[in-house]
Nanobody
Framework: QVQLVESGGGLVQAGGSLRLSCAGS????????MGWFRQAPGKEREFVAG????????EFADSVKGRFTISRDSAKNLVFLQMNSLKPEDTAVYYC????????????????WGQGTQVTVSS
C-alpha cells in the first residue's frame, strides 16, 4: 500500500504563498494519480488539484486556477502544491491522496490518504 504524509501547512496572510509537500512511500508510487483535497469546517471535502503519474495531465478546481500549481518529483516520491495569492476562503485542512485507477475530482476515487495539514489564511 501507499502511505502519504503532508507537510508545509501553517498560517499565512491573504495574498501570501505557501507550499505543501506530500511524501509518499510504496513501490508503485510513481504510477499513481495524485490529488490534493481540502476540507473546511462544516463543509464537504473538495477537490483542489490532481496530477497524473507522468505529470502529463493536471487538473485544478475552478476556485484555484491561476493561483495553485501541482507538481511531482517521482524519483523522490514527492508531490507539491504551490499556493499563491491565498485567500481567507482557502483556509482548510489539506489532504494528499493517491488513486490507483483514474484521475478524478471525486474523493471516492482515491484509495489512500494522508493525515492532512492545516492551512489558515488570515485577512
Amino acid at each position: 500500500q501507499v502511505q502519504l504524509v503532508e507537510s508545509g501547512g501553517g498560517l499565512v496572510q491573504a495574498g501570501g504563498s505557501l507550499r505543501l509537500s506530500c511524501a509518499g512511500s510504496g513501490r508503485t508510487f510513481s504510477s499513481y494519480v495524485m490529488g490534493w483535497f481540502r476540507q473546511a469546517p462544516g463543509k464537504e471535502r473538495e477537490f483542489v488539484a490532481g496530477i497524473s503519474g507522468g505529470s502529463r495531465f493536471r487538473e485544478f478546481a475552478d476556485s484555484v486556477k491561476g493561483r495553485f500549481t501541482i507538481s511531482r518529483d517521482s524519483a523522490k516520491n514527492l508531490v507539491f502544491l504551490q499556493m499563491n495569492s491565498l485567500k481567507p476562503e482557502d483556509t482548510a485542512v489539506y489532504y494528499c491522496a493517491a488513486s490507483s485507477t483514474v484521475m478524478a475530482m471525486s474523493a471516492r476515487e482515491y484509495n489512500y490518504w494522508g493525515q492532512g495539514t492545516q492551512v489558515t489564511v488570515s485577512s
